[in-house]
Every structure is written in structure tokens, then in C-alpha cells.
């Protein structure tokens, strides 16, 4: 079993930034893809962003050029810098990780408990 942390949620005005982390334990490995996801009220989970233990990501074309993932092996760790936030960034996001690879077709077998964002205009 894998337990996944986020933290670093919160409220921010549109143009703002946060960072978002998610801590991983458990029966986990530093090989394991991991991510973001979100959903917003009313819409389907969504895949943000990912990363492979190599470090190779892959972005939703609506938060590229906008937000960086990266990942601390040696801490179990995945990042999500969002800058430029915007209204239509609010959403419950989710970190997520998978022993292979994180794609919006696949099912996702480790989900945290999630984290608000809420971007104001």
C-alpha cells in the first residue's frame, strides 16, 4: 500500500502562485510515476501533470508554460509550482502515483486526499 500527503493549498488572487507538495510512504519506490490531478466542481478529474522516476514530464495543454512538476527521490517527494493562477485554476488537486505511468486513460491506483485551490479574480 501507498499513502500519498498533499499540502500547500490554499486561496491566492488570479496572477498569483503556489506550490504544492505531495509526500509518498509506504510501499512505495523511487521508480513509481507520479502526478497531479484535479477536478473542479461539476467537471471530471483531469490529469495536470507528471513525471517518470527518470524525470520526463508531461503537462495538460491548458497549464503549460504555467506550471513545473518535479520530484526529490531521496524524500518521497512531487512538487507542483503553479504560477499565473487563474479563476478556472480552482480545483481539488490530487496527487497521484502508479508503478508504471500516469496517463489520463489509465486508472490510477494511489490517490492522496487531495488539496483546495482557489484562485480569486
Known amino acids: 500500500q501507498v499513502q500519498l500527503v498533499e499540502s500547500g493549498g490554499g486561496l491566492v488572487q488570479a496572477g498569483g502562485s503556489l506550490r504544492l507538495s505531495c509526500v509518498a510512504s509506504g510501499r512505495t519506490s523511487e521508480t513509481y510515476a507520479m502526478g497531479w490531478y484535479r477536478q473542479a466542481p461539476g467537471k471530471q478529474r483531469e490529469l495536470v501533470a507528471a513525471i517518470t522516476s527518470g524525470g520526463s514530464t508531461n503537462y495538460a495543454g491548458s497549464v503549460k508554460g504555467r506550471f513545473t512538476i518535479s520530484r526529490d527521490n531521496a524524500k518521497k517527494s512531487v512538487y507542483l509550482q503553479m504560477n499565473s493562477l487563474n479563476p478556472e485554476d480552482t480545483a481539488v488537486y490530487y496527487c497521484?502515483?502508479?508503478?508504471?505511468?500516469?496517463?489520463?486513460?489509465?486508472?490510477?491506483?494511489?490517490w492522496g486526499q487531495g488539496t483546495q485551490v482557489t484562485v480569486s479574480s
Open positions: 497521484a502515483a502508479d508503478p508504471l505511468v500516469l496517463s489520463s486513460t489509465r486508472r490510477v491506483p494511489y
